[in-house]
């Protein structure tokens, strides 16, 4: 099979982890038979700095054509704490998103036996979490009209949802509680919001295309504090963009494996694969970023964008070996030996 | 002192609680050489029962002239799931804040050693956790416009705020930082929302005649995160309606004390105390009902509206006894011998 993918490194610790998931990727490419065309294309803080704006014109040119978007991290210091400077990295997320038509963002939470212990909640609470959190990425209140009036003194911003769009949401939403524990939570805040109450007849009126899913109704309000009292009583969750991000962010540090989670982003177009940490810019070029997080995105690309489910595999068994026996950066080395980020990409594809 | 103190016991085991948040009251109150005059008042689904709507005009004139509200709980099954009844409890609720003025919402996390084992979280990272969130409760997505178009296909919710509305809200974060360690977290998410500019930058405006606080902005996705890292790194935060209705829920729950935890809702004319739990239906009636969360309620209303901090010391001295001398309810009491709501109402009313 011939992958044609587009390479977004972005910035901080981006292009070295990046570096690794496509050694591992190629790795896997020749051992299963496929051939794969990287693409690079400049983003964000990188980006602002070589052509004066965070996702330019022939970047989107080169994802839309893509059958995928590889993604390191994006975010600068330079930029941060200033939301009035004129352009920052986050527009250019934003844009690409919408541009790219990404309305689905798949954000699982899972747990390593070998890290349970680095999760700032009790191991009983936290052992057997699996969850997925599919939030929708391209509306809401993201994407509603926002301004100022009466000379800048009142602000204010739209959140808007149609049900086409909350039922393109919702049918990913069912189709992958099918194929897990067949349990979907949709969340939302029914009691206060129109756009919440939209949401909930939409996804109460897809539930007789799928009996076999039991769906429960949970406000945001319940969901943040349950995902930590019980997180793992939840498989499946959807919800709207800004709950989503709240959220899966909340999730994403319950499990103690918060280095180690991908992330992908699903669109009519193409699918963007991504770690879900940040651009981390202390350890920029130090090689001892933990690559392990962008190289599972990289494993979600095989399985999801091309339905290469042993590929997928096999990249997750060497990343659970890695873990196992301790071949890791020191993010995770626990004050035994630890390995460079370059080191780890090497070991894992000489290992696939 | 003459208090005048407006009652409203609302649904569930509200009613309970706080026959035991007033016995206290009254023993401090003769205790202390005070007068108090208790007007009860209909709300939530008990006064739909009665009078069709969940904040009757009556109910309203009772609480404006009242010098405080105390509040147990509202809330009932036969309401619950249904977001698109004619009348529900919580639109009494939204009805009474906006109309009552109550624009700031006081929502204290903090540990009771003895409970300490009860958080979902760590000792290590719960310890010494004291942390106060002001969450604006009469503006934003809650009270914006909201509605339908396109025959009912698309939903839209406004969130709308004022520089002054901001303003009043920052500047009782500000005082109680200056009564506090004078550290201040400003949570937003400026780098989408146009109100949460607004927020930020009125924020950083007031920052000059606060010399000696230490503000930090934050992003509410980053802020779910850290609370269940890092709680005890939080002093005071101030946020918007709906970031604090998820931020203070899921503060609510990491420290084991939920069921202790008292709030205020701080308004021009007049202010409300109620514990934080719910209505907890299936408990109604049955004397097991934990009180101690509406009696530290009583005690904040000593010391918030009436300014008789010694009063609500004593209240809170003997609340601490009763949790080292283990006269608690069966929630609490670990398999040991737990008492009635109504007997530890009566004992800490006889230790006052
Ligand atoms: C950087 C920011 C605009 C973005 C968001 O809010 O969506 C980020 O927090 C995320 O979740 O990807
Ligand atoms: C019941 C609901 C309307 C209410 C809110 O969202 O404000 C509740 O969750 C709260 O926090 O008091």
């Given amino acids: 099979m011939k992958l044609n993918i587009a390479l977004l490194a972005g910035d901080g610790i981006g292009p070295e982890v990046i570096d690794q998931a496509v050694k591992v990727s190629n790795a896997v490419a020749k051992k299963f038979g496929h051939e794969i065309s990287w693409t ?13 704006e965070p996702y330019p014109d022939e970047t989107h040119a080169i994802c839309e054509n893509a059958d995928a978007v590889l993604f390191g991290a994006i975010g600068h210091p330079k930029y941060d704490n200033d939301p009035s400077a004129k352009v920052r990295p986050e527009q250019g997320l934003l844009k690409m998103r919408k541009k790219l038509g990404l309305f689905a963002n798949v954000r699982p939470t899972f747990t390593f036996p070998s890290l349970i212990n680095k999760s700032p909640l009790k191991r009983e609470r936290i052992e057997g979490t699996d969850l997925v959190f599919l939030r929708e990425l391209t509306g809401g209140i993201y994407f509603g009209e926002k301004g100022r009036r009466e000379n800048g003194e009142v ?31 949709c969340v939302d805040k029914a009691n206060v919001l129109e756009t919440s109450r939209l949401w909930r007849e939409t996804v109460q009126a897809m539930e007789k295309d799928y009996p076999e899913v039991t769906v429960s109704y949970e406000f945001v309000d319940a969901v ?15 919800t709207e963009n800004l709950f989503g991000d709240i959220l899966t962010d909340e999730a994403s540090v319950i499990s103690g494996s918060m280095g180690l989670m991908p992330s992908a982003s699903l669109g009519e177009k193409t699918s963007l694969f991504e770690p879900i940490h940040g651009s981390y810019p202390q350890a920029a070029g130090k090689d001892i970023a933990n690559p392990l997080a962008t190289i599972l995105s990289a494993a979600m690309m095989f399985e999801d964008a091309f ?7 096999a990249i997750r068994a060497v990343v659970n070996r890695s873990l196992e026996e301790g071949y890791v950066t020191e993010d995770l080395s626990e004050g035994a030996k630890s390995y460079k980020t370059s080191e780890v990409g090497d070991w894992l594809a000489s290992k696939i």
Same sequence: chains 1, 2.
Avoid: H
């Fill in 40 to 52: 690079p294309a400049l983003t964000g803080a990188a980006a602002i700095d070589a052509v004066g």
């Fill in 155 to 185: 602000a204010y911003d739209n959140c808007v949802y149609s049900r086409e769009e909350v039922t393109r949401l919702a049918k990913k939403g069912f189709e992958m509680a099918m194929s897990r524990s067949k349990k979907l939570c």
């Fill in 224 to 238: 943040a504090m349950r995902l930590v009292q019980w997180p793992n009583s939840y498989d499946v969750l959807i």
């Fill in 307 to 313: 339905g290469l489910k042993e590929e997928a595999e």
